[in-house]
């Protein structure tokens, strides 16, 4: 029971996520998801490609990882501390839905999403007023497989590193 | 090997793996794409001194990067970005809006706003400095350079919001130092040597007074991005300069306008 309910919160927060960037009002499908607390995850094959599809997709499996950087005072803005995530996977999926947070001193002080479809790679980032404090920085993704792999999609959750950040 | 050296081994085979291909996909933007994936995710604590600083030497350094299959298919198909010269006649800035707690940017390009380094100047040393001079990437008819190509994966950034204005930059005739290679690079910050943290930086003030502006390749990019160089008995700071760029340091635009 304790896992159910786990999981149909995380669904629920999944899309309000999605929908919140404002890319589909839709949103993936929201199916049954294997939740994993690592950074990887393997989508397997189920079906053959059909025959004269146009599909890039050969590989029996799809690998997509999920990693956080280290917040860092942005070189770009300075004044802001910026924390990037990125997915990337080495076959293209149906979508990529990624949330971004930065935490100070263990309060979120960011949090911004990004989605993209048809795609191998997304990246998120979460910016604040940058003051001298420990930073750390977490994301969450949901990635949609293409038909005929299974699980049909999956999310995943890393917690990056704590780091002093010097403004 | 070093820890640098193993950096820079690792960053080749992740340059060089096999990757998956969309339909529409351009070979040089896929692989200028690929090169901005690989080499700028921030992959070291931001409390790096001397005593943590992966190294290596600025020879090996350039010999490891020399070896990517994907730097030489750039090298062929866009040698201004590989190779330089910069080419004046295709460099593009790109306007983007600042995060929402610090004051609008000037929406123009013009010199009223641009910022020369000088001895006036207290700014924490930078290998990259920021808010200083003004920063061009060279174009294609394909896209605006390789800061707009950095831009495109971040469409919704809170950091560098949109909108994002390409501006086509015309230079004068100006003095130019070619940074192609890590060696450049070490050189570089030996002539104009600023201490701090144990590491070597670029003193940007009195480069802006021999040089109109810097330009720093890719494969310069790939094998500096993160790690120090050895030079004498000190060792260079990590750059991070993600893609090709100019830093102009002198104002040398002599005509700039948006391209709409």
């Known amino acids: 029971m304790r896992v159910r309910l786990l999981r149909a919160v995380l669904v629920v927060g999944a899309a309000a996520a999605l929908t919140a960037a404002g890319t589909t009002a839709a949103g993936p499908p929201v199916t049954p998801q294997p939740i994993s607390t690592g950074g990887t995850v393997v989508f397997t094959r189920t ?15 799809i690998n997509c990882n999920m ?52 795609t191998f790679f997304l990246n998120g980032q979460a910016n604040a ?34 780091v002093q950040v010097n403004c | 090997m070093t820890s ?9 085979a992740h340059l060089d793996a096999a990757r998956p291909t969309l339909p529409d996909d351009d070979p040089l ?11 700028t995710p921030v992959t070291r604590p931001p409390d790096t001194h001397r005593d943590t600083l992966p190294v290596v030497s600025p020879d090996e350094a350039d010999s490891i990067v020399a070896g990517s299959a994907l730097l030489e298919r750039l090298r062929a198909a866009w040698p201004a970005v590989v190779l330089g010269p910069v080419a004046l006649d295709r460099q593009y800035w790109i306007s ?41 990437s060279t174009g294609s008819a394909a896209t605006f350079g390789m800061w707009w190509l950095y831009l495109q994966d971040y469409r919704g950034s809170t950091l560098f919001r949109e909108p994002w204005t390409p501006w086509r930059v015309a230079l004068a005739d100006a003095s130019v130092l070619e940074v192609r290679s890590a060696a450049d690079w070490a050189a570089l910050v030996a002539a104009y040597p600023l201490e701090d943290a144990g590491m070597a930086f670029p003193d940007w ?56």
């Not at chain 1, 079906?47 to 499996?61: H, I, K, L, N, R």
């Not at chain 2, 640098?4 to 080749?12: H, K, T, Y």
């Not at chain 2, 940017?105 to 200083?132: M, N, Q, S, W, Y």
């Not at chain 2, 802006?208 to 030079?231: I, N, S």
Request: hydrophobic residues 40%; proline residues 8%; glycine residues 10%.
């Open chain 2, 29 to 39: 933007l896929s692989d200028l794409q690929h090169f901005i994936r690989t080499v």
């Open chain 1, 129 to 162: 007023t940058c003051l001298t404090a420990r930073y750390g920085g977490s994301a969450d993704t949901l990635i949609t497989a293409p038909p005929g792999y299974t699980p049909v999609s999956a999310r995943l959750h890393v917690d990056g590193a704590v």
């Open chain 1, 47 to 61: 079906t053959p490609p059909s025959p004269g599809s146009a599909s890039t997709q050969a590989a029996g499996a």
């Open chain 2, 205 to 260: 003030a009195r480069i802006a007074e021999r040089w109109d502006g810097v330009h720093m390749t890719v494969p310069a990019v790939a094998a500096t991005q993160g790690v120090g160089l050895e030079v004498g008995g000190t060792a260079t700071a990590p750059t991070n300069w993600d893609v090709e760029s100019t830093l102009w340091l002198r104002w040398r635009v002599t005509a700039a306008a948006p391209v709409v």
């Open chain 1, 67 to 118: 990693t956080v950087d280290y917040p860092h005072a942005s070189g770009h803005n300075p004044g802001q501390v910026n924390v990037e995530s990125h997915v990337t996977c080495d076959g293209i999926v149906s979508s990529i839905g990624l949330t971004t947070k930065l935490f100070r001193a263990g309060i979120q002080v960011a949090s911004n999403p990004a989605y993209a479809t048809g």
């Open chain 2, 4 to 12: 640098g050296s193993r950096i820079l081994v690792d960053r080749v």
């Open chain 2, 96 to 136: 983007a809006e600042r995060p929402v707690d610090q004051p609008r940017r000037h929406p123009e390009l013009d010199a009223r706003f641009f910022d020369a380094p000088g001895a006036g100047h207290a700014r924490a040393p930078a290998t990259k400095p920021f808010g200083l001079g003004l920063f061009t």
